[in-house]
């Protein structure tokens, strides 16, 4: 069964701290691995497409890197503005819908 | 490029009672999803559209939700009757997608949030 579990649930940092957030996965041939942010109130925004192990993309302090079971989302001098929840999901051969993660929820403390 | 549009944003119902939510896709996304986001969980999907058909709704409870794509554009999903565990984000998302089984992004509206009492 494709499966998507993401750590920790929470995170407090110090502004300036940088740490990464982690989303392990099980799927039946990868087909890629989507990371979106979902700030209080609103729908989840799209950050970052990953295909294949190796791969790496950086966006502003964002950097998500991936292996064959994992997926990293680093966050470099985090600001307040970077406070939000993280949302992993992937999409398997098996099964086209998405599988989503529960998120880890992201507090920069200025 | 205007985003996905949902209406209303928020809505407060009695259990039993019906609701409806819209939902106006990115312009030329051929493929629309409905979603259901309780707090603190991913999103869930309900409801996958292909232009004007139905390529998934294995997940939707549809003794109780409907949901149509008239023309292939604008979406209703629609509660009838109400249950309190219905509570909950209904999340509208559209992707370019042309085929069920490419992978490609899928943009998120803001979302109508739910409240059954």
């Known amino acids: 069964e494709d499966q998507v579990t993401q750590s920790p649930e929470a995170l407090r940092l110090q502004e300036g701290e940088s740490s990464s957030l982690n989303c392990s996965y099980t799927v039946s041939g990868l087909r890629g691995l989507f990371w979106y942010r979902q700030d209080p109130g609103k729908g989840p925004e799209f950050l970052f497409t990953l295909y294949s192990a190796g791969e790496e993309k950086e966006k502003e302090r964002l950097k998500a890197t991936l292996t064959k079971k994992e997926s990293f989302l680093h966050i470099t001098a985090p600001k307040p503005e970077d406070s939000a929840t993280y949302l992993c999901a992937v999409q398997g051969d098996s099964n086209y819908q998405l599988i989503w993660g529960a998120g880890t929820k992201l507090i920069i403390k200025p | 490029e205007a985003g996905v549009a949902q209406s209303p944003r928020y809505k407060i119902i009695e259990k039993r009672q019906s609701v409806a939510f819209w939902c106006n896709p990115i312009?030329?996304?051929?493929?629309l999803y409905w979603y259901q986001q309780i707090l603190g969980q991913g999103p869930k999907l309900l409801i996958q559209f292909q232009n004007n058909g139905v390529v998934d709704d294995s997940q939707l409870p549809k003794d109780r939700f409907s949901a149509e794509r008239l023309k292939g554009v604008d979406s209703t999903l629609k509660i009838q009757p109400a249950k309190l565990e219905d509570s909950a984000v209904y999340l509208c998302a559209s992707s370019f997608q042309k085929y069920p089984l490419s992978t490609d992004t899928q943009y998120f509206g803001p979302g109508t949030r739910l409240t059954v009492l």
């Open positions: 312009s030329g996304h051929a493929t």
